[in-house]
């Protein structure tokens, strides 16, 4: 079945009677936007118009699901086929919309069940990192870093994913850094929070290798490092 042959000759038998869209949708008591869906091959008319769209347009159902005028003979033959094909076109048409559903609501339930998840990540909504481990630790990170935990004995390192570039994520790096006091131990530099009483090792971010995807580590200690 040929949607766009049917369209058109919906058209064509239209004007030949004379009938604007606005009047056609009148007689068969639809929008006129239905009519132009229908003459525009995106859309074909409910079973229950055909008989009165085909009345105003003087053809049989048969010649409306072929889409042209047919002779008379075994006309009863090409109905049934034509029947059968349009009786196929619906069966597609409902597969295609329960696709498109199901698609939706799997997207709907992956997009809940992401936020549900990070809504429950101690970093993602947060714009600082404070220690399970280490008393008045609290550090600066990009907001929507997704936290993926922190190992160490005496030195602890966090681990946070982003999908931030490191150009952007490099800055704001710099401009925490750059407001605690640096010190030099064993020929590295490295920065100390007096407020807090501890000392930043490292503060970086590293591709992973997956393209968007970036991994920000902050190493810490308790208290200064002396130099």
Not at 44 to 52: A, G, I, K
Not at 79 to 95: F, G, Q
């Amino acid at each position: 079945m040929n949607q766009e042959k049917i369209g058109k000759f919906i058209a064509e038998l239209r004007k030949e009677n004379n009938m604007t869209q606005m009047e056609l949708a009148d007689k068969l008591k639809v929008t006129d936007r239905a009519i132009s869906k229908w003459e525009n091959g995106r859309g074909l008319p409910d079973v229950s118009l055909f008989e009165p769209l085909c009345k105003e347009l003087n053809i049989s159902i048969n010649e409306l699901l072929k889409g042209e005028k047919t002779k008379e003979n075994n006309i009863e033959h090409l109905s049934v086929e034509t029947m059968m094909s349009y009786n196929r076109y619906i069966k597609r048409k409902e597969k295609q919309k329960m696709f498109l559903l199901l698609i939706i609501i799997v997207i709907v339930l992956c997009t809940f069940l992401t936020m549900a998840i990070l809504s429950f990540n101690k970093t993602f909504f947060e714009t600082k990192y404070t220690s399970d481990f280490v008393s008045g630790v609290s550090i600066p990170i990009p907001k929507h870093s997704y936290y993926r935990g922190t190992g160490g004995m005496d030195v602890y390192t966090t681990k946070l994913k982003t999908l931030k570039q490191p150009d952007g994520i490099n800055i704001f790096i710099n401009r925490y850094l750059c407001s605690l006091e640096k010190v030099e131990y064993d020929n590295e530099i490295y920065y100390y929070d007096q407020e807090n009483n501890f000392t930043i090792l490292q503060y970086r971010i590293n591709n992973d290798g997956i393209g968007f995807i970036n991994t920000i580590y902050i190493t810490y200690t308790e208290g200064r490092i002396e130099s």
